[in-house]
């Protein structure tokens, strides 16, 4: 049962363009992170969120979690091509020491 | 550089083969994970080190065996290699501070391409 629904899956855009990738669940999380992974390298993370309705700007990128904690989006304004990548969330359960990951979003950012 | 090193970082063997991977971490970290993703890029946990003691052991076949010597190393070992073993196999290590209510980064290492004719 795959428990943290990314959408969409795959996105190609200009550069320049505004985009936003949900990751959905009907699971509540305690907290919710979000990576990015470029080919051939480990993820990367990005940023935690652990309060329902809570907001995190990392430059361009903006990171919300649902007020319910079961879901969350990223928003990225202004996409360069250096933002190419696949970008995962995951979520951790309440009492439980690890994180179910997403199934990943593939952005490619076209110049 | 202080990070998380998997060697080796490409692995083809035949089918049946046993063949280990390891994982070394020098951020002075407590708690160590092997994730396995697969061809379609789901990430997917398989085991958790804290401190040597085994704290997550998922649903994965007993041909899979983790040993940790000391808190900075974690080894895969897995027995007779299957055609489905074919993955990229990811460690990552975090710092676990008291009780389940952290959330912790979890720094990945390069991950260790593994293919199996």
């Known amino acids: 049962t795959q428990l943290l629904e990314q959408s969409p899956q795959f996105l190609s855009i200009q550069e320049g363009e505004n985009l936003t990738v949900y990751c959905n669940s009907s699971?509540?999380?305690?907290?919710l992170q979000w990576y990015r992974q470029e080919p051939g390298e480990g993820p990367v993370l990005l940023v935690t969120?652990?309060?329902?309705?809570e907001v995190k700007k990392l430059k361009r990128l903006t990171f919300q979690f649902g007020d319910a904690r079961k879901d969350s989006s990223l928003h990225i304004t202004a996409a360069q091509t250096g933002d190419t990548g696949l970008y995962l969330c995951?979520?951790?359960?309440?009492?439980?020491?690890?994180?179910?990951f997403g199934t990943g979003t593939r952005l490619k950012v076209l110049a | 550089d202080t990070a998380v090193s998997q060697t080796p970082k490409y692995l083809v063997t035949q089918m049946g083969n046993d063949k280990s991977i390891k994982c070394e971490q020098n951020?002075?970290?407590?708690?160590m994970y092997w994730y396995k993703q697969d061809s379609k890029k789901f990430l997917k946990i398989m085991f958790s080190?804290?401190?040597?003691?085994?704290?997550i052991n998922e649903t994965v076949p007993n041909r899979f065996s983790p040993k940790s010597p000391d808190k900075a190393h974690l080894n895969l070992h897995i027995n007779s290699l299957e055609l489905g073993d074919s993955a990229v196999y990811f460690c990552?290590?975090?710092?676990?501070?008291?009780?389940?209510?952290?959330?912790?980064?979890?720094?990945f290492g390069p991950g260790t391409r593994l293919t199996v004719l």
């Open positions: 990552a290590s975090s710092q676990k501070t008291s009780g389940v209510s952290t959330y912790n980064e979890q720094f």
């Open positions: 699971s509540v999380f305690s907290s």
């Open positions: 969120v652990v309060t329902g309705g």
């Open positions: 995951a979520g951790r359960f309440s009492g439980t020491y690890k994180y179910i």
């Open positions: 951020l002075g970290h407590d708690t």
């Open positions: 080190y804290n401190n040597k003691e085994l704290i």
